[in-house]
């Protein structure tokens, strides 16, 4: 059962376009929502994440906007470069029962499908 | 700080080997996790560790075990392989500042099983 559902699957776009990549959660339990961007022979590494108390968030030329009503989220690049060109993972955190010997308490994240940005020159 | 290592890069196993795929990180993470990553599926939870000695299972444990018997170390154990099982594992470790949960992921052990 995938419980992130990510769209598009591949999306191009043209330097300097905006690229909009969507998604849609059901477990309300969640309580962290991180975008990942991944490299070809790469590992993922955090782009950008936000809360579910907020509504939009915006690191440069990353927004992510969040819509708890609808339980969606997406990610907003804009000005897009060629350098952008990665596979774009959304993932969500739900608490874990699971707590360490300091009594800290981690998550488990759930990713979508991801999706493959190609930003022509 | 090398950050999080994985060894090796690449494996080929035939049906019915086992054999671990090493994960280790110099960041004094305390939370660890295995993830596997296959086209059109995202990655996906196999096992995850929240300290020396802790660890639970998640979302696709199954043919897959784990250990943490130090912060530094996650191995994952392939106890009996199957084709179903090659892919691309990644590990990654986090910690939680408060309550924000990045995870910092190695590079990758691509493998294929015949």
Not at chain 2, 3 to 29: E, I, R
Not at chain 2, 73 to 83: C, E, K, N, T
Request: proline share 6%; aromatic share 12%; net charge positive.
């Amino acid at each position: 059962q995938q419980q992130v559902k990510q769209s598009p699957q591949s999306l191009i776009v043209q330097k300097g376009g905006i690229s909009i990549i969507n998604c849609a959660y059901e477990n309300t339990a969640f309580d962290y929502f991180p975008w990942y961007q991944q490299f070809p022979g790469k590992g993922p590494a955090l782009l950008i994440a936000i809360r579910p108390d907020v509504s939009e968030k915006k690191e440069g030329r990353f927004t992510i906007s969040f819509n708890k009503s609808a339980k969606q989220f997406s990610l907003h690049i804009m000005d897009s470069q060629p350098g952008d060109s990665a596979t774009y993972f959304c993932a969500a955190n739900r608490p874990s029962n699971l707590n360490n010997a300091g009594g800290t308490s981690y998550g488990k994240l759930t990713f979508g499908q991801g999706t493959i940005l190609t930003v022509h020159p | 700080n090398a950050g999080v290592t994985q060894t090796p890069k690449f494996q080929v196993l035939k049906t019915g080997q086992s054999m671990t795929l090493q994960c280790a990180q110099d960041m004094n993470h305390e939370y660890m996790s295995w993830y596997r990553q296959d086209p059109g599926m995202g990655l996906r939870l196999i096992h995850y560790s929240v300290g020396a000695g802790i660890t639970d299972q998640g979302e696709v444990p199954n043919g897959y075990n784990v250990s943490r018997s130090t912060t530094e170390d996650f191995p994952l154990r392939l106890l009996s392989a199957a084709p179903s099982q090659t892919s691309v594992y990644f590990c990654a470790s986090s910690y939680s500042v408060a309550n924000s949960y990045e995870q910092y992921f190695g590079p990758g052990t691509r493998l294929t099983v015949t």
